[in-house]
């Protein structure tokens, strides 16, 4: 079935430093997700991303789809110490009903 | 709308015990999903309804969980008997149609810690 990968899986930043993670997969998506889990919560919706190519911002937050489809990309910029948390990358399955998570990136933002 | 609604937050409960896990999707949604998730293997989906119907549950572990959705606006995850091993954080999500850009989206509940002792 499809899988997705991540990496990092966990990264240890200077706050106000820039960040970046990506995340593979063997197969095409369609769309790319981008979700980040805080400690004791339930992973919230970052980005979504539609097209081949397609570059999306939010706020310090951006996110690229790349053009083979098989992969994506997240930035954050000037990081800061509520960015800790579990970064997911996801997509729909190929019948469009299910969601396929990536294992996730763990980050830490050090004061 | 208040979002997807867990109950409980906590658990802890002795092995053996029959655990019950509960959960209100977003109004409107049409599917519902389990998850697990646990430090060694991440987030792990465990079934999901479309409808009230389930139409995925190859990701349960085995006989011991059972889920069901007797309406749309409820669902439950039952362990019996439950194991230590069951011990993880259960997600409950919702979403409209994955199949449409609008409904991408899965919105997650706030989880449910079970520890099994």
């Known amino acids: 079935g499809q899988q997705l990968n991540q990496s990092p899986q966990s990264m240890f930043i200077q706050e106000g430093e820039d960040v970046s993670m990506n995340c593979t997969s063997s197969?095409?998506?369609?769309?790319w997700l981008w979700y980040k889990q805080d400690p004791g919560e339930g992973p919230v919706l970052l980005i979504a991303?539609?097209?081949?190519?397609e570059l999306t911002s939010n706020g310090r937050l951006t996110a690229q789809f790349g053009i083979t489809r098989k992969d994506s990309f997240l930035n954050i910029s000037a990081s800061i110490p509520s960015d800790v948390g579990i970064y997911f990358c996801?997509?729909?399955?190929?019948?469009?009903?299910?969601?396929?998570f990536g294992p996730g990136t763990r980050l830490s933002v050090l004061p | 709308d208040a979002g997807v609604i867990q109950s409980p937050r906590h658990e802890v409960t002795e092995m053996g015990q029959e655990v019950t896990l509960r959960c209100k999707p977003i109004?409107?949604?049409?599917?519902l999903f389990w998850y697990r998730q646990t430090m060694m293997r991440g987030l792990e989906l465990l079934i999901y309804?479309?409808?009230?119907?389930?139409?995925?549950d190859s990701g349960m572990p085995e006989d011991r969980f059972s889920a069901k959705m007797p309406n749309a606006s409820f669902s439950t995850l039952k362990i019996q008997p439950s194991e230590p091993r069951d011990s993880a954080v259960y997600f409950c999500?919702?979403?409209?149609?994955?199949?449409?850009?609008?409904?991408?989206?899965?919105?997650f509940g706030p989880g449910t810690r079970l520890t099994v002792l």
């Open positions: 999500a919702s979403s409209s149609n994955p199949g449409t850009l609008s409904g991408n989206e899965q919105f």
């Open positions: 197969s095409i998506f369609n769309t």
């Open positions: 991303l539609y097209k081949a190519g």
């Open positions: 996801a997509g729909p399955d190929n019948y469009g009903q299910n969601f396929v």
């Open positions: 109004s409107g949604h049409d599917y």
């Open positions: 309804f479309n409808n009230n119907v389930p139409i995925d």
